[in-house]
T-cell receptor, first 118, second 114 residues
Framework: GAVVSQHPSRVICKSGTSVKIECRSL??????MFWYRQFPKQSLMLMAT?????????EQGVEKDKFLINHASLTLSTLTVTSAHPEDSSFYIC??????????????FGPGTRLLVL | AQSVTQPDIHITVSEGASLELRCNYS??????LFWYVQSPGQGLQLLLK??????LVQGIKGFEAEFKRSQSSFNLRKPSVHWSDAAEYFC????????????FGSGTRLQVQP
């Protein structure tokens, strides 16, 4: 159980185009999903918290108009990188939060999406 | 704000040897603690977690971790390392209220020598 998928796993796009990344919780419902970004040989940095049915909460320094997040259902959140530029090239990882009561929340991670902007 | 420190950037052990990866956290109350493992180009897999109760927690793949409040530590251990354990290991902390996202340590890269 507790499987999270991401699609696509790898994408190459031209500068100026938009890219959509999907994150799905396959066997549980997730009212909250998180989007992280990971640079080579570095740790994960939180970009935003995605809540089903409401606006995402972005971390300081993350452009919300650049990284559009939609959490349309309890099993799907999408991250759209708009007008992508080479500096947006990175490894994007989502996680879905499985809630089992107060103090019993576990995040399960997707396999990640490698974005390369040419 | 909470923080996580993994003092060892890179560790090399021989196959069959024991392993201990260090993790220290900074948080005013009892945190929720996690260890994740990441293979190259992959997402993160949960190894184990601590919420409350027994301070020695067992995880998958033969890993265990011990929560020591007095030392603000949550070190990961394995008695006998296998070559397939070579990966990046991340310790993470979450808080009970407010910000629920995980705060990660910088990671420890484990190499296993034959």
């Amino acid at each position: 159980g507790a499987v999270v998928s991401q699609h696509p796993s790898r994408v190459i796009c031209k500068s100026g185009t938009s890219v959509k990344i999907e994150c799905r919780s396959l066997d549980f419902q997730a009212t909250t999903m998180f989007w992280y970004r990971q640079f080579p040989k570095q740790s994960l940095m939180l970009m935003a918290t995605s809540n089903e049915g409401s606006k995402a909460t972005y971390e300081q320094g993350v452009e919300k108009d650049k990284f559009l997040i939609n959490h349309a259902s309890l099993t799907l959140s999408t991250l759209t990188v708009t007008s992508a530029h080479p500096e947006d090239s990175s490894f994007y990882i989502c996680s879905a939060s499985e809630w089992a009561g107060v103090g019993q929340e576990t995040q399960y991670f997707g396999p990640g999406t490698r974005l390369l902007v040419l | 704000a909470q923080s996580v420190t993994q003092p060892d950037i890179h560790i090399t052990v021989s196959e069959g040897a024991s392993l201990e990866l260090r993790c220290n956290y900074s948080y005013g109350a009892t945190p929720y603690l996690f260890w994740y493992v990441q293979s190259p180009g992959q997402g993160l897999q949960l190894l184990l977690k601590y919420f409350s109760g027994d301070t020695l927690v067992q995880g998958i793949k033969g890993f265990e971790a011990e929560f020591k409040r007095s030392q603000s530590s949550f070190n990961l251990r394995k008695p006998s390392v296998h070559w397939s354990d070579a990966a990046e290991y991340f310790c993470a902390v979450a808080v009970a209220t407010g910000r629920r996202a995980l705060t990660f340590g910088s990671g420890t890269r484990l190499q296993v020598q034959p």
